[in-house]
């Protein structure tokens, strides 16, 4: 997908962009991979690529959930800023919040949101289980976002614990996912998660597989959850 096709592409879904959010992807674009050559942030680089593979396929989860209100996200393991930076430029009024165990990849977000002059917009350096126990954010948002991340038995354990009831977490997963979210059945149920939406599409010109699970957070999540960083891991709730 080339830069020009992006805008038109975005449109064909309701979401038009200014020129001021063309130039933000365009920044975006030149800061990844100015950082890309001095520390690890994604192995996308070429500029198609990265319009189609990390800027289109973030904001997919646009296409099936409102980000038009004022809400609090919270994106776990973000990386390089995928997905919630792409949503929020489309959507200035959300407030995001990432947390991310590498510091490094803290201070290119802090850089690039800067650069970029993205407002209500917080970084934190530590593990999602440890974050998910801190009263300051436990239970506090309104949305949790992951892509990539791990597998939806684990990924329940680290998301559901921070997204406020009736809230909602959503997992943007490969041709795997509906897969995974059978196998995090016990796990969702457990931690106060339902499933409400399952979106099987293809990327379109390079038709890779995707998956989209909205769940709706609608009981409080069990005070032990999520458990010592590491364990969810090691011993998913299966």
């Keep these: 997908m080339s830069k020009q096709q992006f805008p038109s592409m975005l449109k064909e879904q309701g979401i038009e962009l200014s020129e001021f959010q063309l130039q933000q992807f365009h920044f975006y674009y030149e800061i990844l991979v100015e950082w890309n050559e001095k520390m690890n942030l994604t192995a996308i680089t070429n500029e198609d690529d990265v319009y189609i593979k990390h800027f289109y396929d973030s904001i997919t989860a646009a296409f099936h959930f409102d980000f038009t209100r004022p809400l ?9 800023g995928f997905p919630s930076i792409p949503i929020k ?16 990849r803290i ?19 530590d593990r999602a289980e440890t974050f ?34 009736e ?5 943007m997963k490969g041709p795997d996912g509906k897969k995974e979210l059978k196998e995090a059945k016990k796990a969702l149920s457990l ?19 995707r998956f989209i699970a909205v769940i709706n957070k609608i009981e ?18 299966e």
């Design 167 to 171: 809230g909602y977490f959503i997992a």
């Design 107 to 125: 201070g290119f977000l802090e850089h690039l949101a800067t650069q970029l002059e993205l407002e209500q917009c917080h970084f934190y350096h």
């Design 220 to 237: 409080k999540t069990p005070k032990k959850y999520p458990r010592k960083p590491g364990t969810p891991n090691k011993q998913p709730i």
């Design 191 to 209: 931690l106060g998660g339902k499933v409400e939406k399952e979106i099987p599409f293809h990327l379109p010109i390079e038709e890779s597989e």
């Design 89 to 104: 430029i489309c959507f200035p009024s959300i407030q995001v919040n990432i947390v991310d165990s590498l510091n490094k």
């Design 72 to 80: 609090s996200i919270i994106d776990v393991g973000a990386g390089a």
């Design 132 to 165: 998910g126990q801190n009263p300051k954010h436990r239970e506090q948002y309104d949305v949790c976002l992951a892509r990539a991340v791990a597998r939806m038995p684990v990924l329940s354990e680290l998301c559901l614990p921070l997204v406020k009831k």
